[in-house]
């Protein structure tokens, strides 16, 4: 599985740490492992722009999702072909904000984003209750699982 990781917003983050959740979500989610997907993290004004441009919103945004290929999950018997996944763009300093407010770390608040934003690309949708129901719980099963995995492994 290639994950690329592009940060242009001058705010020092773990990349590795993303890689490896975007990874175990693949896994999770029984994505082909030649599947490609790559993670921007751009500043504020770059999100605005992409968010007014392609949601037609206005400000800045902490996630966006650019499909490509248009993969689903797979299953145990069958991964998703493979294929690029396409694109996040995160927003750090949208996060680091959140993340306050939360009451957890910028670290933890990108690996959220990262998970949602990779959902985003495998189809899944939070705009009618049932939609989120599932969304969200595939999401906090996935950073649970690799909190407990990142944990086995030391860090």
Known sequence: MAVEINNESG?????????????????HLNVHRDAELAIVLVDEAAIEQLHV??????????????PMDELRPGSDDEPTPPG??????????????QAEAAGHSTHDELLLLTTHGILHLLGFDHAEPDEEKEMFGIQRDI???????????GA
């Open 84 to 97: 690029l996944l396409g694109d996040i763009v995160l927003c750090p300093q949208v996060a680091i904000q």
């Open 11 to 27: 705010i020092p983050v773990d990349e590795a740490g993303l890689q490896r959740l975007a990874l175990h979500a693949f896994e």
């Open 53 to 66: 441009q392609w949601m037609d919103e206005p400000g800045p945004t902490d996630v966006l999702s650019f």
């Open 143 to 153: 950073l649970v699982s690799f909190t407990l995995a990142e944990r086995g492994r």
